[in-house]
C-alpha cells in the first residue's frame, strides 16, 4: 500500500506529459477563435449603448437646465451646430457658443470613437429648449447614431422635449421614419 502512494504521489510531483499539454493548447486556442469574434461584437455594442446614453444624458441636462434657469439652452456641435461626432456641448443662451471665450458652457461631451457618427437629420440649428423644456422649434427632431460594423440609432425628441431612441432592428416597416439613415 505505501508504494503505490509512494507511486501516485511521484506522478503527481513530476507534472504533466508534453502531449497532454498540446492538447490543453488546442482545446484552449479553440475556445479562443470562438470567444474572440463575439467578445468583438459585445465590445461594439457597448460602445454604441454608452454613446446614446451619453446623448440622451446631454438631452436630459439641457431640459433641466432650461426649465431651471428660465432661459433657453442649446445642445450643439463643437465642429458645427448639427454634427456632434466631434463631441458637442450643453450651452446657456440663444445662439449659444461651445468654443468662444466666455462661453455659458454646462456640460462638454468628448468626440465620438470607434468609426461612429452622431448628427441631426435634417437640421440646421442646434438643438434648444426653452423655459418650460420642449423644444423652441415648430417640430419634432430626430438626431442619428450611425456605426460602420453597428446597426444605427435613431434618437426621436419630440416638441414637448422627451426623448426615445430606436434601433434599426426594431419591428419597424423599412420606410419607417423612426429608423436611422445608417
Known sequence: MATSKQSISARLIRGMTLMELMVGLVIVGMGMTIAIPSF????????MATQVNEFMLSLLQARSEASKTGRTVSILGKTTATDFSGGWCVARGSPANCTAPGADVVMSFPPLVAEASLSLVGGTVPIQFN?????????????????????????????VGR????????????????????
Not at 468583438?40 to 460602445?47: E, F, I, K, P, S
Not at 422649434?137 to 450611425?146: E, F, K, N, P, R
Not at 419591428?171 to 419607417?176: I, L
Open 40 to 47: 468583438q461584437g459585445m465590445l461594439a455594442r457597448n460602445t
Open 131 to 159: 423655459s418650460l423644456g420642449g423644444l423652441t422649434g415648430d417640430s419634432a427632431l430626430d438626431v442619428d447614431l450611425c456605426h460602420a460594423s453597428q446597426p444605427g440609432r435613431r434618437i426621436h425628441i419630440s416638441l
Open 163 to 182: 426623448a426615445k431612441a430606436h434601433k434599426s432592428t426594431a419591428p419597424y416597416a423599412a420606410d419607417d421614419p423612426r429608423l436611422p439613415a445608417c
